[in-house]
């Protein structure tokens, strides 16, 4: 999808057929990602999960495009009526992200909550964990806590997924112990 000036990226959402990782390369060839924010952060539940799905494909091309944005997408988790997909495309971004020094905090707690509800979506959860764990790297105490969390999860009732990435995460852990 090539475009000459402007493309228009709401009637792209429309249809539901469109190819996400086609779509980032062509906004961020035109330099749209600010575009693309504003329809990621809308109140319309399919135009705003759509559209952060392209923005996580945009984060993984070019990570350094979607940067500016690292803290109205966090700030956007406090949005309560958020959709699990939304959700889980910003926590997503942030397994390969840095989150902001100032944010960091905010963004732990959050974290901290979606792996803890049996409810949130596995993705979600798993996504979280990997935050947590990244975050936590310089901080000892906090990798207690992470494995503490891990570690006290009804292992029996959760998915393939969750206990594949707690046991994941929890070998890393060890071996950061191991090499401090």
């Known amino acids: 999808m090539v475009l000459k ?3 228009d990226i709401s009637s792209v959402f429309e249809n539901r057929n469109f190819n996400a990782q086609e779509l980032a390369k062509t ?3 035109n330099k749209l990602e600010k575009e693309l924010l504003v329809y990621a952060l809308s109140d319309n539940q399919l135009v705003s999960n759509r559209a952060i799905w392209v923005l996580t494909h945009c984060a993984d091309m070019e990570p350094e495009r979607i940067k500016p944005f690292h803290e109205i ?3 956007h988790l406090k949005n309560k009526k958020l959709h699990s997909g939304v959700v889980r495309s910003i926590v997503r971004i942030f397994q390969t992200q840095p989150v902001p020094e100032k944010l960091q905090s905010f963004m732990l707690d959050k974290c901290f909550e979606y792996i803890k509800n049996p409810s949130e979506a596995i993705a979600v959860r798993a ?3 990997t935050v947590v764990f990244n975050i936590s790297k310089a901080y000892p105490e906090l990798l207690n ?3 503490i969390v891990l570690n006290h999860l009804n292992i029996g009732e959760e998915s393939a997924g969750i ?3 707690a046991k994941h995460t929890l070998n890393a852990i ?3 112990k191991v090499t401090k």
């Open 174 to 176: 060890a071996k950061l």
């Open 127 to 129: 996504f979280a964990m």
């Open 145 to 147: 806590e992470l494995a």
């Open 27 to 29: 906004i961020l060839f």
């Open 163 to 165: 206990k594949n990435r």
């Open 5 to 7: 000036n402007k493309i």
């Open 73 to 75: 997408l966090i700030n």
